[in-house]
């Protein structure tokens, strides 16, 4: 089992002190309900790479983009409709406010359209890096 990437360890750290940020500060509705959603996707991804094993990353990614992009959309899509379902009251956590606030309380369609743009950045992101930081290259050692 490889180490996991510690830069992505930190991203990952960096981007949840803004979702914080952004949550307790920010009461615009551009940047607390639709940028904290597109940075969301982003933080998402960061952590994957920072607790998956390289190897198994290297399995899920095509010579384009990872796999763990289509997968992080579904997710996210599948937590908006339990939100739809209010899924929070189903389960009685409607008091507990970190609860709300972590699964999210109304379903938007809006929502859906940042995920999907957090993809989409996800996407340039691992182009560019593919691209220019050659990281899965055929001299990388083989997945096993």
């Given at each position: 089992?490889?180490?996991?990437?510690?830069?992505?360890?930190?991203?990952?750290?960096?981007?949840?002190?803004?979702?914080i940020?952004?949550?307790?500060?920010?009461?615009?509705?551009?940047?607390?309900f639709h940028?904290?959603?597109i940075?969301?996707?982003?933080?998402?991804?960061a952590?994957?790479?920072?607790?998956?094993?390289?190897?198994?990353?290297?399995?899920?990614?095509?010579?384009?983009?990872s796999?763990?992009?289509?997968?992080l959309?579904?997710?996210?899509?599948?937590?908006?409709?339990?939100?739809?379902?209010?899924?929070?009251?189903?389960?009685?956590l409607?008091?507990?406010?970190?609860?709300?606030?972590i699964?999210?309380?109304?379903?938007?369609?809006?929502?859906?359209?940042?995920?999907?743009?957090?993809?989409?950045?996800?996407?340039?992101?691992?182009?560019?890096?593919n691209?220019?930081?050659?990281?899965?290259?055929?001299?990388?050692e083989?997945?096993?």
């Open positions: 089992m490889q180490h996991p990437h510690i830069c992505f360890g930190i991203v990952s750290i960096f981007l949840f002190l803004c979702e940020l952004i949550a307790l500060c920010f009461h615009n509705n551009f940047i607390r940028f904290g959603d940075l969301v996707v982003i933080l998402l991804y952590l994957l790479r920072t607790i998956l094993p390289v190897s198994i990353w290297k399995k899920m990614h095509t010579r384009t983009i796999l763990w992009i289509p997968i959309m579904l997710f996210s899509v599948i937590v908006e409709c339990m939100q739809a379902l209010h899924i929070v009251e189903l389960l009685g409607s008091s507990n406010s970190t609860a709300s606030l699964i999210g309380t109304s379903f938007d369609w809006v929502d859906l359209l940042c995920y999907f743009s957090g993809c989409i950045v996800l996407c340039l992101l691992e182009w560019i890096e691209r220019f930081l050659n990281t899965f290259s055929d001299s990388d083989k997945v096993k």
